[in-house]
């Protein structure tokens, strides 16, 4: 059905980082918030604006009909919607149920089988832009589920991102989202090579940077996450642990669609070399430290 | 010592595609031009429009006092400054040397010893920004040599590129191109992937570049080539075997320096795999045939 956004309720739940950002976004906005979160003060500063605090992701869903979900890992997506106090089973019918998590392709198919027999409407929503285009609303929303549940989300979506596209049936979204890291994965692969050759032949990184920046070896991750490598600053943008969970859907989802893609197989295993020197809370960019300390394994090169 | 370039005559050594674009922008601007290149067909542009022909490096090397050159291979490299009839040892002392091909850096810095014991400067410059780039003069030109030599050289690059950067002593030009084709290897694997991924998960890669183009997964390949692998245009930029002698370069230098760089090992196994099902003269995004036809190889992931 169409709905009419403007008096929904809104639920959220989960408020990190992105979260956070995200609902208050749609407060700002002038949306009714209801939220809920595993720890209850991530989510104080949105109950001062305004926002009203639930206990469980049951009782938000009495009370809200467009329910947003931004939690960590695949199993935290289940819990909220298919768990004992998930959403699935607590919500009004007719509500709109948004997935903004990355998350696993088949998990997405599963929920949204589920809440059509409840007659809801489910979107699997992740986003790319991290915590910059969180805050700044400038998220790139990949969205697979229905048309018109699409349709009715957009008003919603629009409110935190800029790049909002649908993608396809349940599951499009996600799939989408490991196309993006797909390709991120073997792409810092190359640029950590790149600077590791520059440092190791004498050059100083930052010159070659000016040479080879803007031409056919440029990316985003070359202008943004190459200077904060060549001086040494491993701030998470995005967590390597997170990325290694992204890797992780990407491998598996992957080898159920019978591909073999070895240049993610070559990242993931350098990512789990990073991890085990204890890099799990850096930035993705850290992948550097792998290359810097020589414990690159010898592969069948 | 420091040069007056507007008198000097140059030499124009190598017209093929990217060399022709070059000379020509060289007389446009004035230059007094003396060519020779091995098929003399592909100079006769340039003679119509007043440069003159020479029939050996050796004869040229006598009426010019700036020297480019823009040739295939390394070996082709070695010849032309090396060789019996080669550049060294008929030029005049005090002229300027300048290579832009693409070559090995232990190559560069042996030409340049040898141009000292003659009073002769030599430049290690390879450009990149392609065949388009060198028609525009938009060119990236990364050079190594002297700072002197540097400094001579600079009104004549400037003709024909825009980002002209001295990154370091005899070499550097060429670990700094080398710096460039690693980035470049991996993301394409990366691109590649991603593409193929889409595919198989049932979207529409053409839907997927728009929600991530211009986020992390960004970058030159993904805007420029992704589109073109799209729509099965495998026509040349650059050269898939022109790729695999950059890599190899890149391979065997790295490996002096003692260096494992997995990604590039991984993506030079790739594009031998293209070579050998005939790709060798397809443009470097052709890659996308080995995922095509399931021709990946299983690595040890």
Redesign the interface.
Known sequence: MKRTIDNSVIGFIGTGVMGLSMAGHLLKNGFSLHVYSRTKAKAESLIQQGAIWHDSPASLAQAADVILTMVGYPKDVEDVYLGEHGVIHHVRPGSLLIDLTTSI?ALAKEIERKALERELQFLDAPV???DI?AREARL?I?VGGSEEAFENAVPVLEVIGT?I?H???S??GQ??K??????????M??????????E?????PA??L???E?????????S?LAPRIIQEDYAPG?YVKHFIKDMQI??D??KE??????????A???YEQLAEIGEENSGTHALYKVYQY?Q??????
Chains 1, 2 share one sequence.
């Open positions: 392709p790319s832009g991290g285009g790139s990949m790049t596209v993608q396809g049936p599951g499009s799939y989408t490991m196309c993006n890291q797909i390709a991120i994965a073997a792409k692969v190359g640029v950590c090579e790149s600077i590791k050759y520059a190791a032949s004498g050059l100083d010159t070659v000016r040479s080879i803007f031409g056919a070896a440029g990316s985003w991750t070359l943004n995005f990407a491998l989802s992957s669609l019978g591909l073999k893609l070895p240049g993610l197989s070559l993931r295993a350098l020589n690159v394994p010898v592969l069948n090169a």
